[in-house]
């Protein structure tokens, strides 16, 4: 008689299994080089992050190269001032751009939802100090909500919220492993802030921690409350039911612009001497992968 019970599926076969899984939910899923558009919006966030990067580590690691270079220290401030909100303005655009062309409107009422969840989150932490921390907004992101939030940090959330829970729908694609996905999604939103918090608050002063906290300056206090927040930000996408058009985006396109907006913090910390941060960020994102890997190896996927 046949063999009918397989005890440990090879590597391959738990491969070709979760590639089935997923296939079977993308029917028509198409590459990211299929798409011009895709392509191109990818680039162009990729372009604007190096472009950030290389002006901070040339002009604010080496300040005298401003002479030398023909440009003014206000001229270098105003860029200083620009450059973090173009970089997210055209991250979203770019990140709306792909969603309209892939799934229409669908995605606008989990924007909605996510911008008001976490602009409440981060007028919790400005006012009380919880969940993040005691912290303040400097004028440097532009205008604010009640005079507290920039505008554009919400709109941050989401941009990373989306390909962290879409990142972990891809690890664990099978509906019984929801408990899994929320928990993978939101820790892979924190590994962000490993790199984003110490290039934003010590590297430059895009905001200040009103306390000392161990982790340069932050409070652990924070990477709890981005925990928790990113549980919050991953339970809208499942409850507002975002898995039934997520399946109809590219999982290396959405990976791609995580690691396009990951660039700018880490590679500022990286010309800052930062390296514990980078170092930190690069662990938490291999704990990640190593967290899905596990679970696909033992069928959750």
Known sequence: MPDTVVEHKPAVHVRASFDASYHARVPARESMTGSRIDTVSLALVYLVSAASLAGFATFAMHPELLAGANVSAATYGTMMVLAPRAQIVIAFLALGAVLSRRVGTQWLGTFA???LVSLGAELAGTTVGLPFGPYRYTDGLGWKWFEHVPALIPASWYMMALPSYAIACWRFPDGRSMAARVAL??????SWDLALDPA????TKYWIWGTDGPYYGMPLLNLFGWFVTGVVLMAVFVVMGADS???????AWLIGYYSANLL??????AAAGLWGAVVATAVALMTAWLIARAGRAQGVA
Do not use: H, K, Q
């Not at 999604?185 to 924190?190: A, C, T, V």
């Not at 934003?200 to 590297?203: P, V």
């Open 113 to 115: 939802v996510v911008y």
């Open 185 to 190: 999604g939101s820790f892979i939103l924190l």
């Open 200 to 203: 934003m608050s010590l590297a």
């Open 245 to 251: 058009w997520i399946a109809r985006l590219s999982p």
């Open 264 to 269: 700018l913090p880490v590679g500022m910390g």
